[in-house]
């Protein structure tokens, strides 16, 4: 009787701890289970957003091509409505008042007046033609800011989902206790072993963005070596234009772009220098990709300070200052004040951001992003 007394105890003992720890094990499993479940999820949702990141980048591509197509015709216009107004000034131009003044007959007023009107509607035409080629750059620039906003976005979600996918292994290290998670060891290294092929598959990516393009490499390294870059050589960095912003004289600004250029995806501000007269050389020169700067290049330069420079060749960039913005493309290197300056922009940038001249563009705080 004794003996079944004790064991009666024993039994309720037992009976009195093992749904407890049976309870703590089930509710540790399905914490794993439901943490399993997350990271596929996160992976699925992972690999969808870098998959629109890529085709995104693809439609990023074709719209800065339209873009600077229509930026190349918008601009030919305004240069050609620039000659027909300088003409019209030497000239004096026709009116209404001069037509009649000048006719000394009626047939030579009926002639004259019809010189006038075509005169005229050649003028609207010009200028309906002119009107028309801006808003298509303005149409297709929107597009293309639609296109980059939207990528912007993905590439901060799959960051998003890395962290997550982190956090997905702390919690649910977090619901076992030292013995469980030594029994659940291989269900947590898996778990950790995914989160770290998400880190490590963005990091693969950001490095095969970063690698130098072959075509562009060899051109740049001799560059590099020769010291011929057309911006290399540019004596212009350190004026200080009219419309210099917090800028100071040597170029070197309150804006670092060393401190700016933590990001390729967004919006950054930068000091941004001009290079491409006859004073200083440039003009005609060879930038390291080997482009010529001429009165019309829209071309820059980085800093070659710049991590991984030699990768940005080729890439477009966009450029908004003083209610402008222009597409460039990146082809040219050089010292930059040693880096203190974002970039510095060829003849046809600067014209287009309202510049008379690289002297007059001086240096000048704009903002900026890689496309």
């Known amino acids: 009787m004794l003996l079944a007394g004790v064991l009666s105890a024993g039994s309720l003992t037992f009976a009195c701890v093992t749904p407890a720890y049976a309870d703590e094990v089930s509710d540790a499993q399905n914490a794993l289970s439901a943490a399993e479940a997350r990271m596929s999820q996160i992976a699925s949702e992972h690999e969808a957003l870098v998959k629109q990141a890529e085709e995104l980048q693809q439609q990023i591509d074709e719209a800065t091509q339209g873009v600077m197509d229509a930026q190349a015709a918008a601009q030919t216009g305004r240069n050609k409505l620039g000659i027909y107004a300088t003409q019209e000034y030497k000239t004096g131009g026709i009116s209404l008042i001069k037509v009649l003044l000048e006719s000394q007959s009626i047939s030579d007023l009926v002639n004259n ?4 009107d075509a005169i005229q509607e050649d003028q609207a035409r010009q200028i309906a033609e002119q009107k028309q080629l801006e808003a298509t750059f303005n149409d297709a620039l929107d597009d293309l800011n639609k296109k980059k906003d939207e990528q912007v976005k993905a590439i901060s979600d799959v960051e998003a ?7 997905v292994v702390a919690q649910a290290t977090a619901h076992l206790s030292d013995a469980q998670a030594a029994a659940e060891a291989a269900r947590l290294a898996e778990l950790q072993k995914q989160a770290e092929a998400l880190k490590a598959q963005q990091e693969a990516q950001s490095q095969t963005e970063q690698a130098p393009a072959e075509e562009s490499k060899g051109a740049a390294e001799k560059a590099e070596e020769s010291g011929n870059g057309a911006a290399s050589n540019s004596g212009n960095q350190s004026s200080s234009g009219s419309s210099s912003g917090s800028s100071n004289s040597n170029g070197s600004g309150s804006n670092n772009s060393n401190s700016s250029n933590t990001s390729t995806s967004g919006w950054q501000s930068g000091v941004v220098s001009a290079y491409g007269s006859t004073s200083d050389g440039t003009l005609g020169a060879h930038t390291a990709t080997g482009a010529i700067v001429s009165e019309s290049s829209m071309g820059v330069a980085v800093p070659m300070s710049m991590p991984n420079y030699r990768s940005y060749f080729g890439r477009s960039v966009e450029i908004s200052y003083g209610g402008r913005t222009v597409v460039a493309v ?22 287009a951001l309202g510049a008379s001249s690289c002297f007059d563009w001086g240096v000048r705080t704009v903002s900026y992003r890689f496309l």
């Open 161 to 167: 989902k890395q962290t997550e996918a982190q956090q």
């Open 330 to 351: 990146v082809n040219d290197c050089g010292g930059l004040g040693g880096g203190s300056r974002a970039l510095d922009l060829q003849p046809g940038v600067w014209k």
């Open 113 to 116: 007046m019809q010189y006038f």
